[in-house]
């Protein structure tokens, strides 16, 4: 397994007990940006959160392409890690409880088919179930440019209740890495799922000074 990267959290945030032992649900598809999914897993590894992951059969063949991680690698970041074609798991139910799910990265077709409830393998089922349960669903689609049968579906999957966040990196805090760009867009989708993290530092508006830090102030911050 590669090196552990720089910048994760070197303290855990507890969250309230009942809600820390419910599962995020964590989704990885095959769209380019693995990454973004894999570091998730390691950030709510580190943080004390449960995990349960769900892998798209394109997800594995980017992990080859983009990444030097095995399959085995994350899978043995999650606690629990369910087939794609597995529509009988525990995160198809309703009545099985989580505290929400996020799908890192997000193709356009697993969009299209959350936005129009074809439940055709766990992924999409598991975000339906989601939605229908009120919790938080988000998406982090990753594609570009964007024609408009994709922002409509964006639309479309928000009026049902998801948070549609592309992985779209912000430079205020400084980044000086580009792992430091993935983990301000993975801090993003946690905030939206409930989960404390010291992954950016957040902009306050009043300190103009730390704005105009060197390139590295970030790792500072975050140990």
């Known amino acids: ?4 990267r720089k910048g994760l959290p070197q303290e ?37 959160q449960p995990t349960h992951l769900i892998l798209s059969e394109a997800a594995g063949m980017n992990l080859a392409i983009e990444t030097e991680y095995t399959l085995e690698d994350v899978r043995a970041l999650a606690d629990v890690v369910y087939p794609n074609k597995d529509v009988g798991a525990a995160v198809a139910s309703g009545s099985f409880r989580t505290r ?17 409830s074809f439940t055709y393998n766990l992924v999409v089922r598991a975000a339906d179930v989601t939605l229908k349960e009120r919790r938080p669903l988000v998406l982090m689609v ?11 579906l964006m639309a479309r999957a928000a009026d049902c209740g998801a948070v549609i966040l592309p992985p779209m990196p912000a430079f205020y ?4 890495s580009i792992m430091d760009l993935v983990h301000q867009s993975i801090g993003k989708a946690l905030d939206h799922v409930g989960v404390e ?27």
Not at 142 to 151: A, D, I, Q, V
Request: charged fraction near 25%; hydrophobic fraction near 45%.
């Open 12 to 48: 855990r945030t507890a969250p309230p007990r009942e809600e820390a032992a419910l599962p995020l649900v964590v989704a990885i598809t095959g769209a380019t940006g693995v990454i973004y999914g894999v570091e998730m897993l390691r950030v709510l590894k580190a943080l004390g």
């Open 197 to 223: 993290h010291r992954l950016f530092r957040r902009w306050t508006g009043e300190d103009r000074g730390a704005a105009r830090a060197a390139p590295g102030a970030l790792r500072v911050a975050n140990d």
């Open 100 to 116: 929400g799910m996020i799908v890192a990265p997000c193709t356009v077709k697993t969009l299209s088919a959350i936005a129009n």
């Open 1 to 4: 397994m590669p090196d552990e």
């Open 173 to 176: 805090h400084r980044p000086a």
């Open 142 to 152: 990753r594609e570009t440019p964007l024609h408009k049968g994709h922002l409509e």
